[in-house]
């Protein structure tokens, strides 16, 4: 069975912390991963594509532990704009691009 | 990334009726895909649908329930048919980006089944 795990949260931090979400696969064959973002009400945005090598897009970093199945976010020097629920995403391999998505994390930065 | 629209935004329908969702791309796409998404709940893929051939079902969704069309590389839609408050969700197109098998969303249909 092909899932994803995501911390169940919810977070709560004040502005300027540094907050880390964790995410576990169930296929060592899976093939993409991302994070995806989603405001209330709204689709989810691609964060950012997560590669083996760990990538980092300005005060988020995003790494991929292939052995143990794992991803990671981590936000620092959080803002109140960053609220939002942060979905783990994974494709599972194969040419047809379909994605499993986390249950989500739900953040809420605090002034 | 491609700009995606989605008719309706919003619905409320009677139980047993059926309603229809257009997803818009402004520009061709190979892959299209409809998810639901139930309230409080993540993203659960529906089906791929395919331009020129049937779509293709995920497991627990069907085509007399959830019938498709994929008439060309940027339009698709999907109906809800025989509507039940179960149905009540949010139903999202996405698209396939050019690089890593990344997806983008459209802004998403919420229904309210009564």
């Known amino acids: 069975r092909k899932e994803v795990e995501q911390d169940p949260g919810p977070f709560n931090v004040p502005e300027g912390a540094t907050v880390a979400f964790n995410c576990t696969y169930s296929?060592?064959?899976?093939?993409?991963f991302f994070w995806y973002r989603q405001d209330c009400r709204k689709e989810p945005k691609l964060l950012m594509s997560v590669y083996s090598s760990g990538n980092e897009d300005g005060r988020f970093t995003a790494q991929l532990n292939r052995a143990s199945q794992y991803i990671s976010l981590l936000i620092r020097d959080s803002k109140l704009s960053d609220s939002a629920t942060y979905l783990c995403?994974?494709?599972?391999?194969?040419?047809?691009?379909?994605?499993?998505f986390g249950k989500g994390t739900l953040l809420t930065v605090n002034p | 990334s491609a700009v995606i629209s989605q008719k309706p935004s919003r619905d409320i329908c009677q139980r047993g009726t059926s309603l229809t969702i257009q997803c818009q791309v402004d520009?061709?796409?190979?892959?299209m895909f409809w998810y639901r998404q139930q309230p409080g709940q993540s993203l659960t893929l529906i089906a791929t649908a395919n331009q020129g051939s049937e779509a293709t079902y995920e497991s627990g969704f069907v085509i007399d329930k959830f019938p498709i069309s994929r008439p060309n590389l940027t339009f698709s839609t999907l109906t809800v048919s025989n509507m039940s408050p179960e149905d009540s969700s949010i139903y999202l197109c996405?698209?396939?980006?050019?690089?890593?098998?990344?997806?983008?969303f459209g802004p998403g249909t919420r229904l309210t089944v009564t």
């Open positions: 520009s061709q796409v190979t892959m």
């Open positions: 995403v994974v494709n599972f391999g194969g040419s047809n691009y379909k994605l499993t």
């Open positions: 996405s698209v396939v980006g050019r690089l890593n098998y990344e997806q983008y």
């Open positions: 296929n060592s064959a899976s093939q993409s």
